[in-house]
């Protein structure tokens, strides 16, 4: 049974992850001969302050308006 975990930024509609999640299953039935029933795909995603890179978290690379 195949699995793909992804993490992301926080940010995105429910309908972008349910597309993510729909793109994934397909690239694993077609690449792999899966069957789609057993394809598992869990999607995680982390507040922008909670990652970094450089020590400078994604929100503090964003910019702000004002």
């Given amino acids: 049974m195949p699995l793909v975990q ?37 999607v995680s995603e982390v507040p922008p302050t909670h990652w970094a890179a450089g020590d400078v978290t994604l929100a503090e690379r964003t910019p702000t308006d004002g």
Avoid: F, W, Y
């Avoid at 926080?10 to 972008?16: E, F, K, L, S, Y």
């Fill in 6 to 42: 992804v993490t992301l930024s926080a940010g995105r509609t429910p309908d972008q992850v349910r597309a993510l999640i729909s793109a994934l299953t397909t690239a694993v039935t077609t690449s792999i001969g899966a069957p789609k029933e057993a394809v598992r795909v869990i």
